[in-house]
Nanobody, 122 residues
Framework: QVQLVESGGGLVESGGSLRLSCAAS????????IAWFRQAPGKEREEVSC????????VYADSVKGRFTISRDNAKNVVYLQMNSLKPEDTAFYYC???????????????WGQGTRVTVDW
């Protein structure tokens, strides 16, 4: 069964750090593009970052550039999102998603996780 499971969310003070994990089962992530999305209450879903499955190139939303880093560990079949200098506006549910090779320009992915909550306190 194909599954993505996020972990690592929680409550952190403003300026703090968290590392989210997206673990895959039922398939290997090696050649998959993995994206992280977030959605805060009352707001639209936002694609935060993506790492390509073809060449491991990365893209970031302007809102997180310089603070968040996406990376993969193929041996563990996990993709990470390191989040530093967190701000209250980063509070949201964070989801990972996967599709073969290329990051989607339209936010459409084949597989989605259930999400993990991140809360950044003042």
């Amino acid at each position: 069964q194909v599954q993505l499971v996020e972990s690592g969310g929680g409550l952190v003070e403003s300026g703090g750090s968290l590392r989210l994990s997206c673990a895959a089962s039922g398939f290997t992530l090696d050649y998959y593009a993995i994206a992280w999305f977030r959605q805060a209450p009352g707001k639209e879903r936002e694609e935060v970052s993506c790492i390509s499955g073809s060449d491991d190139s990365t893209v970031y939303a302007d809102s997180v550039k310089g603070r968040f880093t996406i990376s993969r560990d193929n041996a563990k079949n996990v993709v990470y999102l390191q989040m530093n200098s967190l701000k209250p506006e980063d509070t949201a549910f964070y989801y990972c998603a996967a599709q073969p090779y290329y990051c989607s320009a339209y936010g459409t992915y084949d597989y989605w996780g259930q999400g993990t909550r991140v809360t950044v306190d003042w």
